[in-house]
């Protein structure tokens, strides 16, 4: 007679009062195991443990054969609890939004490598949630969120500065702390993307336009330049661009 496990995962975390120690959850089968999730997130799932419960097999990245127990668990990482921590992380999106759950804490709920486990986890994670709206842009006090999986993120060119300020003027920039980033590129398999100067141009351009639509650009072609004599435009006028950077009405163009 077999004893049959069912493919199931889920995951919670404490909203209020918050543990003290910001990544001190634990993986459950039934009662909470000796593993740590790596996460603020305390897990369930229908492992194979051995007798002792003191050993969770899973495959080494470079096993070519596992074992059925380390397959089924690699499985059950990848699949249940990844799509369990995805709905946990959207739920939490609104939290942080509603200021019922701190940023930092939510940061806390992705896992971050650590031994096999973890960085399995880690992975998986990113790879359930990464298509969905989990990605902070955070103007002054509030948060709002972008879809996946590719936002633009803060570049290293440009100081954090200014691009907060881009971000007061609505550009959608996201920024994550590094163990977090280093699990998001894992798990996309390329490098983030990053805020490139095209963008940044089409977006000041647009955004300039928007706030003053009866300016021109300064550099007017000479077909279109004012015949001699005529009266020239005061520097607030549609004829150029000479405004104080005060006057912008752009955080950004005000930044120095």
């Given at each position: 007679h077999g004893v049959a496990l069912l493919p199931h995962g889920a995951a919670a975390v404490r909203v209020s009062p918050v543990e003290i120690e910001p990544r001190g959850g634990r993986i459950c089968c039934g009662p909470?195991?000796?593993?740590?999730?790596?996460?603020?997130?305390?897990?369930?799932?229908?492992?194979?443990?051995?007798?002792?419960?003191?050993?969770?097999?899973?495959?080494?990245?470079?096993e070519e054969q596992p074992s059925l127990d380390k397959r089924w668990n690699k499985m059950l990482l990848d699949g249940p609890v990844a799509w369990s921590m995805r709905g946990l992380?959207?739920?939490?999106?609104?939290?942080?939004?509603?200021?019922?759950?701190?940023?930092?804490?939510?940061?806390?709920?992705?896992?971050?490598?650590?031994?096999?486990?973890?960085?399995?986890?880690?992975?998986?994670?990113?790879?359930?949630?990464?298509?969905?709206?989990?990605?902070?842009?955070?103007?002054?006090?509030?948060?709002?969120?972008?879809?996946?999986?590719?936002?633009?993120?803060?570049?290293?060119?440009?100081?954090?500065h200014l691009?907060?300020?881009?971000?007061?003027?609505?550009?959608?920039?996201?920024?994550?702390?590094?163990?977090?980033?280093?699990?998001?590129?894992?798990?996309?398999?390329?490098?983030?993307?990053?805020?490139?100067?095209?963008?940044?141009?089409?977006?000041?351009?647009e955004k300039f336009q928007s706030l003053h639509p009866g300016a021109r650009a300064a550099h007017e072609p000479e077909s279109t330049a004012k015949p001699e004599g005529a009266e020239a435009p005061d520097k607030h006028s549609e004829g150029g661009l000479e405004l104080d950077p005060q006057d912008t009405k752009m955080a950004s163009l005000a930044t120095r």
């Open positions: 909470p195991t000796p593993f740590k999730s790596g996460s603020c997130a305390w897990l369930q799932g229908s492992f194979a443990l051995l007798s002792s419960r003191k050993a969770l097999p899973l495959p080494e990245e470079d992380v959207q739920h939490c999106t609104a939290l942080v939004t509603e200021g019922d759950f701190p940023l930092e804490r939510f940061f806390a709920l992705f896992p971050v490598r650590g031994e096999r486990l973890q960085s399995i986890l880690a992975i998986g994670t990113w790879k359930a949630a990464m298509n969905q709206a989990v990605f902070p842009v955070v103007r002054g006090s509030k948060v709002t969120w972008v879809q996946g999986p590719t936002p633009t993120f803060f570049c290293d060119e440009l100081t954090d691009q907060d300020a881009l971000v007061r003027d609505g550009m959608n920039l996201v920024r994550l702390p590094d163990p977090i980033m280093v699990e998001y590129e894992a798990a996309l398999g390329r490098p983030r993307e990053i805020l490139k100067a095209e963008e940044l141009c089409d977006f000041l351009r």
